[in-house]
């Protein structure tokens, strides 16, 4: 029997469902952080800026609270992009995402495990206690190393570090200091690494999806092999150009004609970065307009499910302003709709002051 084609609407619903931006989800900031895997986290902020749009009575305290704990973590994972994860996920999967022993540095040349080994022990010792990354560098150029700012790089990208917390809003400091995950959680990664399950728990945040979308979500390679293992525990389905997509049986899927409310998604977020073919998510011709030479992914508005315009939150004096970019033009009801939830952000992030709305 021929593979059910998906539409962009279809697999829109599919994706805002599972990312808990269709409804928002009941549960509390380390459950959310378990069914999404992980969160974007490059600015300390995103998080739970992205948390509140997911979560149905979300409390930044909450979130704060399980950081301290060390019961979630902000740590280079998929991509050697910074990401906040429980700190049982980081230590399941870690492993999973740095295999091999090729290491790809800076300006494409390359390494091995067993020639960067001796940056690697300095590294490790420098980061069993936290410490500020750059101090890397300056240990690194004390033992005669050149080219100090690659090396960094890679026993990064190697290392399981994860960033101290902080008593700031965000619960880390910008920049911050760095230290192992074992030293810091109390066990270290798992031995073993589990990239079958890595990709379940992808097909469950992210499906449907193709091998290209998960490989490029996890910077991992060759992974069509994980898809043939996974086996009858997967469906198929064809999407509008005819592409086999991926999919758990029994993951949400609904249908294309579902009402979307607008949500405001921060910088970064991976809701629009998940995929290959981006869209189920950004229109064409909005494309152009998030686009940015330096690789900065700006606050998006999403109607209809679609990205539809971008927004920042200033607060001046005794305001704070929410300005929506539109990309298109929205009627009245839409309009009304963006406002309400705009008003509902300002109100979440900056409690003290007045809230306003501004369409530029």
């Known amino acids: 029997m021929a593979d059910e084609t998906l539409t962009a609407r279809d ?58 704990a060390r019961e979630v973590v902000r740590a280079t994972a998929m991509r050697g992009t910074l990401y906040l994860m429980t700190a049982a996920d980081f230590l399941a999967f870690r492993g999973s995402l740095r295999t091999g022993e090729a290491i790809a540095l800076p300006g494409g040349s390359k390494t091995t495990v067993a020639e960067l080994e001796p940056v690697l022990a300095l590294a490790r010792q ?29 026993a990064r990208q190697r290392l399981p570090l994860v960033q101290a917390s902080s008593d700031t809003p965000y619960g880390f400091a910008p920049g911050g200091e760095f230290v192992l995950a074992g030293a810091y959680l109390g066990k270290g990664v ?20 193709t091998p290209a979308d998960f490989s490029g979500w996890s910077g991992l390679k060759g992974v069509a092999p994980l898809f043939e293992a996974l086996g009858d525990a997967l469906v198929t389905f064809r999407d509008d150009r005819n592409k086999v997509l991926y999919d758990l049986r029994d993951a949400p ?10 949500r405001f998604v921060p910088d970064f977020d991976a809701v629009t970065q998940g995929h ?42 005794k305001t704070a302003t929410v300005t929506v970019t539109a990309f298109e033009t929205f009627s009245a009801k839409t309009r009304k709709a963006v406002e309400a939830e705009a008003i509902a952000l300002a109100k979440a992030f900056e409690p003290a002051a007045e809230s306003a709305v501004v369409f530029a």
């Open 11 to 68: 697999l829109n619903r599919a994706l805002l469902a599972r990312q808990m931006l269709l409804e928002r989800g009941k549960v509390d900031p380390i459950d959310a952080l378990g069914r999404l895997l992980a969160i974007q986290a490059q600015l300390p902020r995103t998080p739970f800026l992205g948390l509140w749009s997911r979560l149905e009575a979300f409390r930044p305290d909450a979130l704060r609270a399980a950081i301290q």
């Open 126 to 154: 420098h980061f069993a206690a936290p410490q500020p990354f750059e101090g890397l560098r300056d240990v690194l150029e004390k033992a005669g190393y050149s080219d100090v700012r690659i090396l960094a790089y890679a």
């Open 190 to 209: 798992a031995p073993q690494p589990a990239p079958a399950d890595l990709l379940r728990r992808y097909l469950a945040a992210w499906g449907p999806a």
């Open 253 to 262: 899927r609904p249908g294309g004609d579902v009402p979307a409310p607008p």
């Open 276 to 317: 290959q073919d981006r869209a189920r998510i950004l229109p064409a011709e909005h494309a152009p307009k998030v686009a940015s030479k330096n690789l900065q992914v700006p606050p998006m508005l999403l109607v209809d499910g679609f990205v539809a315009g971008s927004w920042k939150l200033e607060a001046k004096k």
